[in-house]
Structures are given as structure tokens and as C-alpha cells.
């Protein structure tokens, strides 16, 4: 790969110094290692850690291969990889919807494992200590091992346009009373739209996008996850009143069609100033102001997702962690460490930065760096990622997202009501989780 951030190497070394003194770490270009392959999704956020990669490959001198899928393909290949005699790949980037069957599936190494020495900088975000892993205990918790790294911290933002807010003397919603009024008083369809909400079906689309209402909303999918209570509780008042929400928003102040829109299309219409509010993963920060791209360069403002008053904003994790592969060669798994460990460190989550990613070290929020009109994204999400929500704790979640998938996108299409989607959904959740032998129950159906 050719390096692309102009950073100098004394300039990198100098910073990593600082930024790492007092811990164990060292220059992984003291000594050569193996090529390392990372497979990887094609994301808003890819492109930044491809950057990153290659300042880590000009200043280590190893290499990296970067195998890059759609989000799908992705998770196939890793699959694929991690059941064959030796894996092709040796760091996954799993997604929030996966990375539980990789831990519990004795796929990926714990890194301790692999080297004693190793230790998590003190200043990454554990994202619902999503990193760890308690095999015993068959869940994530911080008494467990650590399995992974995280790669990107991602939740959903709400993208407001601060130009009209500002001409109508508004500030960013916080209740979704709010958010409602606020889009309808925007909506001039079809020249812009009140709000643009994705509602297609995928492999995980529109769910996670409903994920901040229901969570908002003090609903749920389980009753306690965490104690090993899956009890299915979509179905509930607050499971309704979020669904009917969402669906009130795109037919009363959306997009007409909703139920075809993916995150490419709501991405598009916000930079295009088609839409004056979107709800959508903070990794498609760096497109609102690239003028090769937006017709509202420096117009958009970012806040938590919207609650219910006395509730916190709740947005779902949507992020990503590197692992590294239980199958493949030793050397691969050290050199993999060394990636890692590099990879940490506050200089190098720094870069991710204004590389145009989004750094998992909490260090970087407190930089001068979050007080630059760029990157005005960075103290919203500081304050959100605290409150963000670890949907699934168990290695079947794939199974549960695809019901979510289906139901959902009918319902705002207007094949079934928010009622018959909600209580199909928790009835083919419940036969999901009784079928792997998890503790489960239903609440009666709404009516």
C-alpha cells in the first residue's frame, strides 16, 4: 500500500512517545514480522482504516493485505475461513451482529493467549465490554477474557441541518416529541423531506436503524439479556409505540418511499439537501462536508438520538472489533498482535481521526482536535457513546436480526400493521431462542 496521510516518520514516533509513555508498549518497527490479511467490510469507515493500515505499514515496515467484501461477504468469508484446517485470514473485523458466535465458538484467540504481555490501553472505549469474553458464563462481561480489539465505535447520531435550525431559532431535539414536530416543520416534499429513515430489508438494515427508538422508547427484544433472561419483550406497549412512531415519521414526514430507502439512499438525500434530519451511524460524518459530495458542506450539526423524556438516549452498538483467528500460523498471530497493539494506541486512534474515522480511544475526544468546526461531530458522540446499547449477547443474534429484518421492512411498507409485525416478530424471536434452549417466554400478544 502507498502512505497517504503526510505524516512524518520523526513526527509519529514522536507522538506515539508521548501518547504511550508509562506502557508496556514498543515500536513494532523494532523487528520485522510475518504479513498479516485482514478481512474487512466495505463501510464509510473503511477508508480510514485503510489510511490507517498504510501508516502502519510505512512506519513498521510489515504488511498488511486487506480483503474487502460487502457487509454480507464479509461474514461469509470469515466464516468459511474460521472452519477450514488453516484460516486464510488472521485479524476478523466482526460486526456487533456477529462477533458473540465467533467468542463462543472457540474461533478467535483470547489475545492474552497468545501473548501474556498484551493489554488493552486503559482509554479505549470496551463498548459494553464487548471485548471480553466469560466462556463459562456464555456471555460478554469484563470478568471474561479478552478476545478483541475495537476497530470503530459506532452508533447511530442524529444529522440535523444546523442552517435551518438556526434560521428558526431552534435547538437539536432531544425528546422524540421533538424530533417529530422539528421534521414536520421541515417538510416541503419533494424538494426536502422532514426526515429520511432507512427501511429496507438487509443483512442488518433497517433493525439497527430502529434499534435508538425502541431503546428510546424504554422498550427491548429481551427482558435481561446480561442475567440470561431471554424473555421476548418486542411486543410490548413501548415495542408499539416505537414501531408506529417510525412509521408515522415516514408517511407523515418522510420519505414516500421509505421501505426501499438503504443507507446509501438516506446518506444521499441528507448531502444532496434533500432531508433535514437523518438518524444514521456516525460513520458517514466525513461525506457532509466533502465538497466532492455534499451541496451542504459545513450546514450539518450531529446530537444523541432522541428519547422519551427522563429516559437517556439509547442508541445500539453497531460497531466493530478485531479478533484474531484461532487457525492460523503462530508467527501470523503475533504479527496480528503487533498490528494491535499498534493499532491503540492514542496516536494512532489520532490519525483515524483525521483520516475521517472514528477513534476508539477516549484520549483523542479531548484533544484540541474536537473543538475544530471538523470534526463538531466528536463531543455529541463523546456524550452518546456511554449510553449506547449491546443489542445481543448471545452466537445466534444472526438468526434474531433476520426476523427483525423482514417484519419491520413490511410493516413500513405497509403490508402488515405495526401491531401484526410486532407480535409475528416476537413469536418467531421466542420459537428462535427455545430452539437453541435459552431461558425464554412471551408477553401476551397486543391487540
Do not use: C
Not at 324 to 340: C, G, H, Q, T, Y
Amino acid at each position: 500500500m502507498k502512505k497517504e496521510l503526510k505524516l512524518s516518520r520523526r513526527h509519529v514516533i514522536a507522538g506515539m512517545a508521548a501518547a504511550t509513555a508509562g506502557t508496556a508498549w514498543r515500536p513494532v518497527w523494532a523487528a520485522s514480522v510475518a504479513p498479516i490479511t485482514i478481512v474487512i467490510n466495505q463501510s464509510p469507515w473503511f477508508e480510514s482504516f485503510r489510511k490507517t493500515v498504510e501508516l502502519y505499514e510505512a512506519e513498521s515496515g510489515n504488511q498488511v493485505e486487506l480483503d474487502v467484501n460487502p457487509f454480507a461477504g464479509s461474514l461469509e468469508k470469515q466464516r468459511n475461513s474460521v472452519r477450514a484446517k488453516q484460516g486464510q485470514y488472521d485479524i476478523l473485523i466482526m460486526n456487533s451482529g456477529w462477533f458473540t458466535e465467533m467468542y463462543a465458538g472457540g474461533f478467535v484467540d483470547p489475545l492474552t493467549d497468545i501473548d501474556p504481555s498484551f493489554k488493552l490501553d486503559p482509554e479505549i472505549f470496551t463498548l459494553g465490554d464487548t471485548v471480553y469474553y466469560n466462556a463459562d458464563k456464555k456471555t460478554v462481561t469484563a470478568d471474561g477474557k479478552l478476545m478483541s480489539v475495537p476497530v470503530s465505535p459506532l452508533i447511530p447520531m442524529l444529522y440535523y441541518r444546523g442552517d435551518l435550525y438556526a434560521e428558526a431559532g431552534l435547538k437539536a431535539p432531544r425528546t422524540f416529541a421533538e424530533l417529530e414536530a422539528n421534521a414536520r416543520r421541515f417538510h416541503e416534499p419533494p424538494a426536502r423531506y422532514g426526515i429520511v429513515q432507512r427501511g429496507a430489508r438487509g443483512p442488518h438494515t433497517v433493525a439497527y436503524d430502529f434499534y435508538p427508538y425502541l431503546y428510546g422508547q424504554g422498550g427491548g427484544i429481551f427482558k435481561d439479556q446480561s442475567s440470561g433472561d431471554y424473555s421476548v419483550t418486542l411486543n410490548s406497549p413501548q415495542g408499539r409505540e416505537a414501531l408506529e412512531y417510525y412509521i408515522r415519521l415516514a408517511r407523515e414526514a418522510g420519505h414516500p418511499k421509505t421501505a426501499a430507502m438503504d443507507q446509501a439512499e438516506v446518506i444521499q438525500s441528507m448531502v444532496t439537501g434533500h432531508a433535514a434530519h437523518i438518524m444514521m451511524v456516525i460513520a458517514a460524518w466525513s461525506q457532509m462536508d466533502d465538497p466532492n459530495k455534499s451541496a451542504i458542506v459545513d450546514k450539518v450539526e450531529w446530537a444523541p438520538t432522541p428519547s422519551m423524556p427522563g429516559l437517556p438516549t439509547a442508541p445500539g452498538l453497531g460497531h466493530w472489533l478485531a479478533g484474531i483467528a484461532r487457525n492460523v500460523p503462530d508467527d501470523r498471530k503475533r504479527s496480528a498482535i503487533e498490528f494491535l497493539r499498534w493499532f491503540q494506541t492514542k496516536q494512532a486512534q489520532l490519525a483515524t481521526a483525521k483520516a475521517g474515522g472514528i477513534p476508539v480511544h477516549a484520549g483523542v475526544y479531548s484533544e484540541p482536535i474536537a473543538d475544530e468546526r471538523k470534526y463538531r461531530w466528536m463531543k455529541p458522540l463523546a456524550e452518546a457513546l456511554p449510553h449506547a446499547v449491546n443489542v445481543y449477547q448471545f452466537p445466534e443474534a444472526s438468526e434474531v436480526i433476520a426476523v427483525l429484518e423482514l417484519g419491520l421492512n413490511r410493516a413500513i411498507a405497509g403490508e402488515i400493521t405495526a401491531v401484526d409485525a410486532l407480535n409475528g416478530m416476537a413469536d418467531e424471536i421466542h420459537a428462535v431462542m427455545e430452539k437453541y434452549k435459552y431461558k425464554t417466554a412471551q408477553l401476551e400478544p397486543l391487540r
